[in-house]
């Protein structure tokens, strides 16, 4: 990606000119490929690890790898919205997760597998925080609900969609085809690209701190790897890598903080964090996020392990709710635009709350409806909440600090996530062995009855941070653009 001074006089020559629709068509059809490869992929690690003859510890790295990526990459993606444009980010981006999808799909081996799947997270690691900088660069503050709400659809639509159209491709067709389906989308998206994509966004020469990218990526890749770990397999919070993942990531993170506020031009600016509306904001975010993946991760098990539902429908049950979310998403932006956050937001984290309350209710020989219902309405709350507050938090920063925001906001999404599936995994764990704690061999019906009381006490956690959820939305007021403090 090389920069060249006529290319930067041009940026502002071509703002009168752009055209937004095309321009997010082609920015969201990015994304959506690009998110859609997050959970495409697990339904189909029983058939690589039988291709390729691994164990689970190892073909987990296809998704532990890809988030880990995706953590250490987009903390740094402020510096690359600053120094690059617009149009080299998207097609650098997208000609990697090209490569990386055809390398995939090709792979002789589990190990250029895994390449072709770090590729991949390395262009989504670009793609996911230059949609929203571009968002905030070209639409006006009155009308970004329904952009926002638009990233919404993408992003909650595409992993919805993942694990059936993957479920379906893997029972009729080899793995590989999940990489080479992706494969003529991506190639038409970096046309599109090519073709009508303009630089929409200022560009500059920072320089970049080598000391600081190397502390941001041992502070979140530490923090991101070690509860990802911890949340898979027989790891713990107790277990040595686990425990040195955490600590290492925390002290370079406070490490790379104190950094950032000692320099005069910082890597990842953190004053962002003087605007109490991006604040509260991005805790609400945080919060949904750990409630929202937990969920995700315990709840299929819980019904396939305690309500006897088999995989295929405990995947259509879950459907609905994200097809939902998605669709709601542009709804609660226009919303958005027209009243503000206050009216979706807190009326959206009492319905979560309730929602999750309920699910502590939830026991064998519960009707499906009943879960299909819970989780439904789990999702329209979620719409309710996620877009609202990152777009009100985001309103709020001065113009020179959205590649800042943008990227804070991403990665802590990332890293909130992959804190939540641990501590609710841990949590419904615990629960189960301090149930069977002295059953030596359990009946299958005491199996599921722990899982059941495992289960209802990660319910009650989520209970509990959905109840923070609504203190927070309480605080909340519609935001204006400040100046810079």
Not at 182 to 205: A, D
Request: with cysteine.
């Amino acid at each position: 990606m090389d920069v060249s001074q006529p290319e930067q006089m041009n940026v502002k020559k071509d703002m009168p000119e752009i055209k937004v629709v095309p321009l997010l068509a082609v920015l969201l059809s990015g994304a959506f490929v690009a998110i859609l490869n997050e959970t495409i992929l697990n339904v189909a690690l029983n058939a690589i690890m039988s291709d390729f003859n691994v164990a689970s510890s190892t073909v987990q790295w296809l998704v532990t790898g890809y988030m880990l990526i995706i953590g250490t990459l987009i903390p740094i993606s402020a510096y690359f919205m600053q120094r690059f444009t617009t149009r080299q980010l998207f097609i650098t981006a997208m000609s990697l997760f090209t490569l990386g999808t055809l390398i995939a799909g090709l792979s002789p081996t589990f190990s250029i597998l895994l390449v072709g799947r770090l590729t991949q997270a390395v262009a989504t690691a670009i793609m996911i925080p230059l949609l929203t900088n571009v968002i905030l660069s070209v639409i006006p503050i009155e009308r970004r609900g329904a952009a926002m709400g638009m990233v919404g659809l993408v992003i909650m639509f595409a992993p919805a969609i993942g694990p059936t159209v993957s479920g379906l491709i893997v029972e009729n067709l080899s793995w590989r085809w999940l990489f080479y389906v992706v494969i003529p989308i991506s190639i038409f998206s970096l046309l599109f690209g090519i073709k009508i994509l303009k630089n929409v966004t200022e560009v500059s020469k920072p320089k970049l701190d080598i000391l600081s990218f190397i502390l941001s990526t041992l502070g979140f890749g530490g923090i991101v790897y070690g509860f990802s770990a911890a949340g898979k397999g027989d790891a713990s919070f107790t277990d040595p890598v686990v425990f040195t993942c955490l600590i290492v990531g925390f002290v370079s993170l406070g490490l790379f903080s104190w950094r950032q506020l000692k320099m005069d031009k910082p890597m990842l600016d953190i004053r962002v964090f003087k605007y109490p509306m991006f604040l509260v904001g991005l805790l609400l975010i945080m919060l949904v996020m750990m409630t929202m993946f937990a969920m995700m991760l315990v709840l299929p098990m819980y019904m396939q392990g305690a309500l006897a539902f088999t995989a295929i429908a405990t995947g259509l049950v879950m459907l609905p709710g994200g097809l939902i979310n998605g669709a709601m998403s542009p709804i609660m932006g226009r919303i958005f635009d027209k009243v503000g956050p206050r009216p979706i937001i807190i009326p959206g984290t009492i319905l979560l709350a309730v929602t999750v309350f309920t699910y502590r209710f939830s026991t064998p020989g519960v009707p499906m409806w009943v879960i299909i219902i819970q989780h439904a309405l789990l999702m329209i709350s979620v719409a309710m909440i996620m877009m609202p507050s990152q777009t009100n938090g985001l309103n709020q920063l001065p113009t020179k600090l959205y590649p800042h925001g943008t990227a804070i906001a991403s990665t802590l999404m990332q890293v909130s996530g992959a804190i939540g599936a641990a501590l609710f995994i841990a949590i419904m764990e615990n629960g189960q062995q301090n149930y069977l704690d002295g059953i030596s061999s359990p009946t299958a019906e005491q199996t599921r009855e722990a899982l059941t009381v495992g289960s209802q006490q990660s319910f009650s956690t989520g209970f509990y941070f959905a109840c923070a959820a609504v203190i927070l939305a309480l605080l909340v007021r519609r935001s204006k653009q400040e100046k810079l403090k």
